[in-house]
């Protein structure tokens, strides 16, 4: 058996065999009718923490009522309330003058994405490179008081910007601009004094925070404004709204010792947000595929399973989860604030884009290496199995079946992973409009979600048998996008972590990070000669390193530094 794929042709349980569920016709109809309104252009793409991401979970929650779902959210109700961090945008009070000259916010100058906001008058103290770098016998500060004034800093190096420059690792404006502070600045302005140098963009972000003070970069060829002592009249203003989402959550209490968790992800990317794929003018995404398909299944499945008797030896905690679009927000807060605690999970399944079932019926598990007992039931399954209080082979149309071991995917199995829970998610491949405005109800196979419905019952039932599920980690998680990469850390990033530094939220056996002794939680500050201020300034150190490269890393472990070695 291949380690990395296996294909295997199973069967779907036909209908005759379930005469206790509810009839294949009034399956089709009903999640037909959870798609049409999930998927329809009232909800605006249920964005999550917006007014139609709250029409998805308030139908969700009603469905859940219907069945007899236990409420396992916040407060006896079946909503799990989260914040996060929304887009950011300019607010309307954004002004630069330096002596007499103005500039126009957007044409002339522009604040930084980790600009805080701010309103002052001081003066102008240059400050070339702003660059200190007394090993390297270069210090821009020496001799120069900051303090209560704007430091002017170029946005070049003194010999260039380039992977080879000795001063690589000041280059990243946002640890000059922490330098600056640190000496005593109230704001920054940076500039460019050099042709060659690409300047900052003006796109702001919701994984970037202040840093303290107002820093803006100034467009055009201004060295000569640049004066110690220069009159100066800044103010910044960056809305960052907070906004609220809703993770759903509803048991069946079945007084079973353990706890299987199947869930699927509510929200989509609303008009398009930074996820679409989509090219032109805004337009609804409705996620007909990604997820309302597989929000219907999972409630089909909790229909079915509420009157299935072989289904007793387990409690099923139904979550559909928002914000997975953002960066597995959802899932990520429900593992860290758990209504269950994870000691009493027992597996996870994860329905991620399911209605897209091909010709050749092809269906992708991936995570069967999170436990020893995935790839035996799924064999087990060619046998009789017992559904629906009948005996019969499964012997309805095949399904084409392909699995994956890893733990680590880009779906909400991922953050029950990293709890270590064994972790599957079903998924019928992507197609030409994945996180397109194109993505509608009309497309969806729902013959095909019917089939994965009564295999997932065919699979859940079959697992009874097997108690508690043994957990393994899997040898080949990877947590970045190697082709960007020539080396990997075997790091999963918090990429709800909104402070300085990129956050550790699971480690790979094996991999460097583990190798070093990092540990989860571990917040990473630097790599090498580069400051790690976020997931940007992360990314850039790790592309300066080849395999068999060693480095120092530094980290902050529960309030205090440490650094070791770490090897690629």
């Excluded at 409009?433 to 979600?449: C, F, L, Q």
């Amino acid at each position: 058996m291949s380690k990395h794929l296996l294909f295997l042709s199973l069967f779907a349980a036909p209908s005759a065999l379930l005469a206790q569920l509810m009839p294949d016709a009034d399956v089709l109809d009903q999640m037909r009718y959870d798609v049409r309104y999930l998927a329809s252009d009232r909800l605006e793409g249920r964005e999550a923490g917006t007014p139609g991401e709250k029409l998805a979970v308030d139908y969700i929650a009603a469905k859940y009522a219907n069945v007899g779902l236990m409420p396992y959210g916040d407060s006896a109700t079946y909503l799990q309330t989260f914040t996060f961090n929304a887009e950011p945008t300019l607010g309307e009070a954004n002004v630069l003058q330096i002596g007499r000259t103005k500039f126009k916010v957007g044409e002339q100058f522009h604040p930084l994405a980790f600009s805080s906001n701010g309103a002052l008058r001081t003066k102008v103290v240059k400050v070339s490179y702003g660059i200190d770098a007394p090993e390297l016998d270069r210090t821009d500060y020496n001799g120069i008081d900051v303090t209560g004034a704007v430091a002017a800093i170029a946005i070049g190096s003194p010999d260039g910007i380039h992977p080879h420059s000795k001063f690589l690792a000041y280059h990243e404006l946002r640890v000059r601009a922490d330098k600056a502070i640190e000496k005593g600045a109230v704001a920054v302005i940076f500039y460019n004094n050099d042709p060659d140098v690409e300047a900052p963009g003006d796109a702001l972000s919701a994984k970037m925070q202040g840093c303290g003070v107002p820093v803006v970069f100034v467009k055009g060829d201004v060295e000569e404004l640049m004066v110690d002592g220069n009159p100066c009249v800044l103010t910044t203003t960056i809305d960052r709204p907070q906004r609220t989402a809703y993770n759903v959550v509803g048991m069946i209490d079945n007084g079973a010792p353990n706890v299987v968790v199947i869930g699927a992800h509510l929200d989509h990317l609303g008009m398009g947000d930074e996820g679409s794929l989509h090219r032109g003018e805004p337009a609804i995404h409705n996620g007909a595929d990604d997820n309302a398909s597989g929000i219907a299944v999972m409630l089909q499945l909790a229909r079915d399973l509420a009157e299935m008797d072989q289904a007793r030896a387990n409690d099923y905690l139904f979550i559909a989860f928002s914000g997975e679009e953002k960066g597995l927000y959802g899932s990520n807060y429900w593992t860290k604030h758990p209504t269950v605690p994870i000691a009493e999970l027992n597996y996870m399944i994860n329905l991620d884009m399911v209605g897209r079932l091909d010709s050749a019926r092809r269906l992708a598990i991936s995570g069967t290496g999170t436990s020893p007992t995935w790839d035996s039931v799924l064999a087990e399954l060619r046998k009789p199995v017992r559904i629906g209080g009948r005996q019969g082979k499964i012997e309805a149309d095949t399904l084409s079946i392909k699995t994956s071991p890893g733990g680590v995917g880009p779906s909400d199995h991922t953050s029950f992973y990293l709890q270590g829970v064994p972790a599957i998610h079903f998924f019928t491949g992507t197609h030409s409009d994945y996180h397109k405005p194109s993505d509608d109800e009309e497309k969806v196979n729902y013959d095909g979600m019917l089939r994965i419905t009564r295999f997932i019952e065919a699979f859940v039932t079959k697992l009874n048998d097997d108690g508690k599920l043994a957990f393994t980690k899997t040898e080949d998680a990877k947590s970045e996008d190697a082709p960007r990469f020539k080396v990997t850390l075997g790091v999963v990033p918090d990429y709800m972590y909104d402070g300085k530094g990129m956050r550790i939220d699971g480690i790979t056996e094996g991999k460097p990070a583990a190798n070093a002794g990092l540990k989860v939680g571990d917040i990473v500050l630097k790599l090498g000669q580069l400051e790690v201020t976020d997931m940007m300034g992360y990314m850039k150190a790790l592309a300066q390193f080849n395999k068999g490269d060693t480095s120092k890393v530094k980290v902050l472990r529960e309030g205090k530094e440490l650094e070791t070695d770490i090897t690629f």
